[in-house]
């Protein structure tokens, strides 16, 4: 049985590299809830809006493509 493929979000990572060390900063930059974070942090498999996207790059300066990455 083939595994299907899936979008690898990589908060924790880039969280680390722009030095944001909790939920809370990630928030505030952000201006998400600590629920989407959360739930970005933590779900494998879970819908995450273009808009959450959106915030998640511009707060941390990232692309899309280093915030996630496609399994296979």
């Known amino acids: 049985m083939t595994k299907s493929p899936y979008l690898e979000v ?3 990572e880039l969280m680390g ?3 944001v060390r909790t939920i809370e900063q990630l928030k505030e930059m952000s201006g ?3 629920k989407a974070i ?3 942090l933590n779900d494998e498999k879970h819908r995450m809006h273009t808009d959450t996207i959106a915030k ?4 941390l300066d990232c ?3 280093e915030l996630l990455t496609l399994k296979k």
């Open 38 to 40: 959360s739930q970005a």
């Open 32 to 34: 998400l809830s600590r």
């Open 17 to 19: 590299k722009r030095n």
């Open 63 to 65: 692309e899309v493509g």
């Open 10 to 12: 990589r908060l924790y």
């Open 56 to 59: 998640l790059c511009a707060a």
